[in-house]
């Protein structure tokens, strides 16, 4: 019933830009911490960025901040990840998934999309 649909996910070169969508439905979508993973090969699965049902609320890994944006349009039940000036490590399956809980850890989010591949080449 409750199902994240990622897109936007493709082949770039380093330094260029993209945004990733998540499109939620079966959930009352403000009520929901929205958060964004990625997992590349043979590692784990790591926090990227979040969003609160506050607004404004956001946090990033630290590696992360200054190059990539989360926001939230409530109304079309979506959230966006806007990346800059990518690099080849961040080349992962990214992922999107909701909690009514304030957390960046894996073990806290209940929804999880079925990714989306970001490649980024030298």
């Known amino acids: 019933q409750v199902q994240l649909v990622e897109s936007g996910g493709g082949l770039v070169q380093a330094g260029d830009s993209l945004r990733l969508s998540c499109a939620a439905s079966?959930?009352?979508?403000?009520?929901?911490?929205m958060g964004w993973f990625r997992q590349a090969p043979g590692k784990e699965r790591e926090f990227v960025a979040a969003?609160?049902?506050?607004?404004?609320?956001?946090r990033y890994a630290h590696s992360m901040k200054g190059r990539f944006t989360i926001s939230r349009d409530n109304a079309k039940n979506t959230v966006y990840l806007q990346m800059h000036s990518l690099k080849p490590e961040d080349t992962a399956v990214y992922y999107c998934?909701?909690?009514?809980?304030?957390?960046?850890?894996?073990?806290?989010?209940?929804?999880w999309g079925q990714g989306t591949q970001v490649t980024v080449s030298s």
């Open positions: 998934a909701a909690t009514r809980k304030q957390t960046h850890d894996v073990g806290g989010y209940d929804y």
């Open positions: 969003h609160s049902w506050s607004p404004g609320s956001t």
């Open positions: 079966g959930l009352t979508f403000a009520s929901y911490v």
